[in-house]
């Protein structure tokens, strides 16, 4: 896999992975958290959730500036691995207010800000030498690949802790109980069916037969209180898979550039990034973010929005004043690109928010033997470990290769099935365990889209950088239209919250995987694609500052996440989804639109 790359993408690829798989535990169950421990509803959850998202991207801004600007970007990095380490040694202490809860939060943010996108601008570093430049776009895949590996393990480690946790207090889990303890603490839940409901599904996840005002009562508080103290662990878990990541990048980053190898292209009067600081740069920035703070305060009441929009007008303002003649075809391609970017992840982050709603809400709690393969850590390692050795089988010519496919396969395959006999007929699902398919599809079909673009690239139709994205945001279009097409019977989230339903009609899991499957696809042609069109049409002098750039259209994206969770208890489910399907369409259009502008840019 690292074979033609430089040994520095080894090391930007594991300690990525274990920042990851810290980072991934967490997002698989944040939102879970907010409403088990806080009793927020599906818009506030949204609310903090999209603005913790939105901090992770939009502080790598600031940390682009600062790597850009002192050239020190590996200890800026470094710096950042310590930080987030920090916040997750907050949010691990159970029992904290929201307040604290938030904080740790923002630690986590900043950290992540200056980890980012600079990790990411030395790994474009190493390819700015001309031995290994045309394997850019495959080395962003491969990295891209790290990122998916610690996340395909973390949905399961956050599970196994909480659940851990659980049996210790005598309970079981069940995703539904939390709100329905809420609502009945609350006062709530008055009438008899929801509350017999809510006894019933109390003594089926606890050891005692629960019945009674008083027993109800003491159960929904234990059961709240042992729910959000298992997910507390479970960041401590994302906090040690920080000091792993530390450990490997400390050891190993002598393979990684020491400072960026490219020399400042100069201006008439300033050169380097001294030009950055002038001072009318900064005031146009500035002028942008007030003004649009103020137009959506007064035309929306959302200030806070109007910020997190103004900041990125704010950045293409002060980019378009800072760069000089030569350098403005350039981040005018960015720029566009940036726009496109910023519907692809409000669309495409819903995976943790009104998607896991979903899972939660709306599939099924139970699957049968061969489903449950996919639902069990076990079971699916066992699964893939058979079909890659299917694959060595078929595809390899050499008898070494042949054969130990074929161990594998025979192995692997008896292994599978083992599990499978010795599962119930119905095993539990949890939500949680969904955010692993996404990570998972990327691992596995990384090598067979990079495969693809090889071929094509031999037969010379190869398509380029910014044609990959359209195609992304096409692919996402679909994803949402699975989404949609499996949401047309179900009953509105609106009904079930404002009548204390306790049961409702729910579908097979094969709706959501099939749209992370087709989300996947989609991602593997965007975001990757993106990274290294970023990289190799930056200006010189702003390599960081672009990483930075994309990461905060990634941000701006991530702040209308809340789009999803401040509709979701007011709308049909499906006119969800199909808001997410119009804005991928129309994002689509718009870039192909452009396409050869953008094409000139990338091969000058």
């Known amino acids: 896999m690292f074979k033609d790359h430089p040994k520095g993408l080894f090391v930007a690829f594991f300690a990525n992975m274990g920042e990851r798989f810290g980072f991934y535990t967490m997002m698989a169950i944040l939102v879970l958290f907010l409403q088990a421990k806080y009793n927020l509803s599906a818009e506030a959850a949204s609310g903090y959730y999209s603005w913790f998202y939105y901090a992770i991207y939009a502080l790598a801004l600031f940390g682009g ?14 710096f950042g691995i310590i930080i987030m380490f920090v916040g997750y040694g907050v949010i691990a202490i159970p029992g904290m207010p929201l307040h604290i809860t938030v904080v740790g939060l923002f630690v986590i943010a900043f950290g992540n800000g200056l980890f980012k996108g600079n990790l990411q601008a030395v790994v474009g570093q190493l390819y700015d030498d001309p031995k290994y430049s045309k394997f850019r776009d495959t080395a962003f895949m491969i990295f891209y690949m790290g990122i998916n590996v610690g996340a395909f393990f973390a949905p399961f480690a956050a599970n196994g802790i909480r659940n851990w946790f659980l049996r210790t207090q005598g309970f079981a889990h069940d995703g539904s109980l939390p709100a329905m303890c809420h609502a009945y603490l609350d006062g709530r839940m008055t009438d008899s069916a929801s509350i017999a409901s809510l006894e019933s599904l109390a003594s089926k996840v606890s050891s005692l ?19 959000s103290k298992g997910y507390n662990y479970a960041f401590g878990l994302a906090a040690i898979a920080m000091v792993i990541s530390l450990l490997v990048y400390i050891i190993f980053n002598k393979h990684l550039p020491a400072k960026a190898k490219r020399v400042a292209e100069k201006s008439d009067k300033e050169t380097g990034y001294q030009q950055i600081a002038n001072l009318p740069s900064i005031v146009t920035g500035a002028v942008f973010i007030a003004i649009t703070a103020a137009v959506f305060h007064f035309a929306f009441n959302q200030f806070a929005l109007g910020m997190a929009l103004g900041l990125f007008f704010g950045f293409v303002a002060f980019i378009f004043k800072t760069s000089t003649h030569e350098e403005k075809p350039r981040v005018v391609a960015l720029v566009l690109v940036f726009f496109v970017v910023i519907f692809f992840w409000m669309s495409f982050h819903q995976n943790g928010l009104t998607q896991t709603f979903f899972a939660r809400d709306y599939t099924v709690k139970e699957v049968g033997p061969i489903n449950n393969i996919f639902f069990n850590l076990n079971s699916m390692l066992a699964f893939i470990g058979c079909i890659a050795g299917l694959f060595l089988l078929i595809t390899r010519k050499k008898i070494a290769q042949r054969t130990i496919g074929l161990a594998m396969f025979a192995g692997l395959g008896a292994l599978t099935y083992y599990f499978v006999s010795g599962y119930q007929a119905m095993n539990p699902i949890e939500p949680e365990i969904f955010q692993s398919f996404n990570p998972l599809f990327i691992v596995v079909l990384t090598f067979p889209v990079m495969g693809l673009f090889a071929w094509l690239r031999k037969k010379n139709i190869e398509p380029s950088t910014p044609r990959k994205i359209g195609i992304g945001m096409v692919i996402a279009g679909g994803g949402f239209i699975i989404m ?5 019977q179900l009953v509105a989230p609106k009904l079930i919250a404002s009548a204390n339903m306790t049961e409702w009609g729910r579908v097979s899991p094969s709706w959501l995987i099939s749209s992370y499957l087709t989300l996947t696809i989609a991602e593997l042609f965007l975001s990757p694609m993106g990274l290294s069109f970023v990289s190799k049409v930056s200006p010189l002098r702003f390599q960081g500052l672009m990483q930075g750039g994309w990461l905060l259209a990634t941000a701006t994206g991530n702040k209308l996440l809340f789009v999803g969770g401040y ?12 808001i997410f399907v119009i804005c991928c369409l129309l994002s689509a259009a718009f870039i192909f639109s452009i396409m050869k502008r953008l094409e000139r840019t990338t091969k000058s």
């Open 65 to 78: 500036v600062l790597a850009d600007s002192t050239s020190k970007y590996k200890l800026v990095i470094l």
């Open 567 to 578: 509709f979701w208890d007011k709308i049909e489910l499906w006119q969800i989804w199909g």
């Open 484 to 488: 949609l097409v499996g949401s047309l």
């Open 209 to 227: 037969t629960v019945t009674g005002a008083e027993a109800l009562k003491t159960f929904a508080a234990k059961y709240i209180a042992a729910f």
